[in-house]
């Protein structure tokens, strides 16, 4: 079955305007142009709009998007099983702060004091929340949204307890990351490895299937992004650098 350039507007709700747009840019061309320029789409094209609009309902931008339709590897039922993950674990994130919200209200009216396990959890979705604005946009075009998304569920679902512990690790990191650097000790020393275990064990709290290779390339982005390089140089620098070299030396 086809459909004019109005008529899949319709069907999708996106407008003939961006419709356009898209076939300028080549997201989306239509199956066949008529001799009087209409414009005619087709199931292919039917099936690539659906995964263009999944991959926008979770912000990706559309050269992103292209990039990852136009790959020949690209496995549309893998991409629905990814998207239907970040999706479960949207709702999971926007579930808990809107119960965190509803129950803050009613202490509020009633003039309760709220427990503290309860005011954590709306904390930790700002956490999140924050982490997303600062750093989602380059980790979901490395690792995927499934990836992001699922590591942002893993720190919703730690109790203070575990909360505490995973900052404790990352405080401990740095300062002996720190102390490292300013001995001049080698990244492939004993120290070195330490830092190396302090780091995998930190990460694994909140990213579930961390192997060598990505545990690698997640240690190259902190010399890679200065935002990144900045957190771990911010009182001895090299730090950052020190943690990329151990990383990847240790790291098999």
Sequence with gaps: MEYSIRELSRLSGVSTRTLRWYDEIGLLKPGRVADSGYRYYGPAQVDRLQDILYYRALGVELARIKECLDMPSFDRLAALREHLAALQAQKTRLETLIRSVEETIGCEERKETMEDEKKFAAFKEKLVADNEAAHGKEARAKYGDGAVDAA???????????????????????????????????????????????????????????TPAKHRGIAQLYVLDERFTAYYDRAVPGCAQFLQDAVDCWAK
Excluded: C, F, I
């Excluded at 740095?174 to 780091?199: C, F, I, N, W």
């Design 152 to 210: 942002n569920a893993s720190v919703m679902g730690l109790s203070r307890e575990q909360y505490d512990a995973w900052n404790e690790l990352d405080a401990e990191l740095r300062r002996r990351l720190e102390a490292a650097v300013t001995a001049g000790l080698s990244p492939d020393s004993e120290e070195g490895k330490a830092l190396y275990e302090l780091h995998r064990r930190w990460l694994a709290v909140t990213v579930k299937d961390l």
